[in-house]
């Protein structure tokens, strides 16, 4: 999906208040007693419970960065790990980091997919499809790349590492303008987009080492086109692949007008069978299960249309599904609303916690859907994944992130 990163408008709020906020250093201080991490800072919600100014929404809206009172954007990316409730100390540890080791200028290489092979210890991503500044879409497909966590590890005592940790193409041309991928059966599976009215958008299947061969799982609900396939997952529960169909393709002009309602699937591959779960939404985008598959957790990016720009009524939402023995969802309900941007790729850690790459950074909701943090970047990540114990890679289209946390991750599955 497209970069929200270009349409960020700082808040002034920060600015603004600044003076207004200084009342509330006790507060900051009395909100935990526990110590906080070099790296980490406490964000104490009742020092923007009232604003001396309230910005209309034409400065003010999903585009913004929320900066607190006191804040500027500085001061909150020098200590990136917010802390809005004390059970966020659990999620960061005790001494949470943070490293850029990668960036692009301009190109934004670093967008979604990310997935962690831990056979050899690389994670993978892929690249911003359909946007300008990557030449991708209709005539040129996105490429995927990766990197060795053991690279990434051997850095993460330096904030700013890029140079130090090597980014390699994969030679996968058969999967067009992917974005979103999962582990699956000892390889990766990729939702292809695809490209034109011709190349359909796909369910394709990587080998992670050389020659990175692939092969095509699914292509076609009874002959008909998918739209543009964005994201997938495994049900921990029934093993089966769980995935999102949106317009994203349509949106960004390298797929042609949709031809299927916009909604979310399951895959049987070893009966074929494909059935939808959940539909009503305005774009469902990520998707992702609790880890003991309990739940299920779709974002829905209706906000953002693309290069249509946005509709701020729209939804920006995370919604939860009660899910069943058989498989199938029920009890929709709306878990999050997002303040920044929009909730894009989501995942759980194994505790059940939710986080989500959002406007400006990752967010970071308990599983009752109360915001207890964020990492925060102060750009949109569309995507990040867990690589195991501790260790998380963040995707910010042209920048590439490290992080080591208190937090394990709860979705590999072989």
């Known amino acids: 999906m497209m970069s929200f990163s270009l349409a960020l408008v700082v808040l002034l709020a920060g600015v603004l208040v600044r003076a207004y906020g200084s009342s509330f250093t006790s507060d900051y201080q009395q909100l935990s007693k526990r110590e906080t991490p070099e790296q980490a800072q406490v964000i104490d919600w009742r020092s923007f419970s009232v604003l001396p100014t309230v910005l209309p929404p034409t400065v003010v809206n999903a585009t913004s960065v929320f900066v607190p009172p006191g804040h500027d954007l500085g001061s909150l990316s020098d200590k990136p790990f917010h802390i809005y409730d004390d059970e966020f100390y659990d999620v960061i540890g ?59 590890m051997a850095v993460s005592n330096i904030r700013n590492a890029t140079g130090l940790v090597t980014v390699h193409t994969v030679d996968a041309p058969a999967i067009l303008n992917s974005n979103g991928a999962t582990n699956f059966n000892g390889q990766i599976v990729f939702t292809a987009e695809g490209q034109g009215d011709d190349l359909t958008s796909q369910l394709v299947v990587m080998n992670p080492r050389e020659p990175y061969n692939t092969t095509i799982l699914l292509n076609n609900y009874f002959g008909r086109q998918f739209n543009s396939l964005n994201d997938v997952v495994v049900n921990p529960r029934n093993k089966e692949l769980y995935f999102t169909d949106s317009l994203y393709g349509f949106l960004q002009n390298f797929r042609p007008s949709p031809g299927l309602r916009l909604q979310v699937y399951r895959y049987n591959d070893k009966t074929g069978v494909v059935r939808a779960v959940a539909d009503g939404f305005s774009l469902p985008n990520g998707i992702a299960f609790s880890p003991d598959g309990s739940y299920a957790y779709i974002t829905d990016t209706g906000i953002f249309h693309g290069i249509w720009g946005w509709n701020f009524t729209n939804p920006s939402s995370i919604y939860r599904f009660d899910v069943q023995e058989d498989g199938t969802w029920d009890n929709r309900k709306l878990f999050a609303y997002i303040d920044s941007g929009v909730a894009d790729g989501i995942h759980c850690d194994s505790n059940g916690n939710v986080y989500a790459g959002c406007g400006d950074g990752v967010q970071v909701w308990n599983p009752s859907g109360n915001l207890i943090g964020k990492i925060f970047l102060g750009k949109t990540s569309a995507n990040f994944n867990f690589a195991g114990d501790g260790r998380m890679v963040i995707c910010a289209e042209e920048d590439l992130y490290y992080a080591t946390i208190g937090a394990s991750g709860g979705s590999y599955i072989s």
Do not use: C, R
């Open 94 to 152: 005790s001494n949470p980091t943070l490293t850029l080791i990668a960036n692009t200028g301009t190109n934004p290489m670093f967008h979604e997919a990310t997935v962690w092979y831990p056979p050899t210890d690389e994670m993978f991503f892929v690249q911003n499809a359909g946007v300008p500044a990557a030449g991708t879409g209709l005539n040129k497909s996105n490429v995927i790349l990766k990197i060795s966590l053991a690279e990434a």
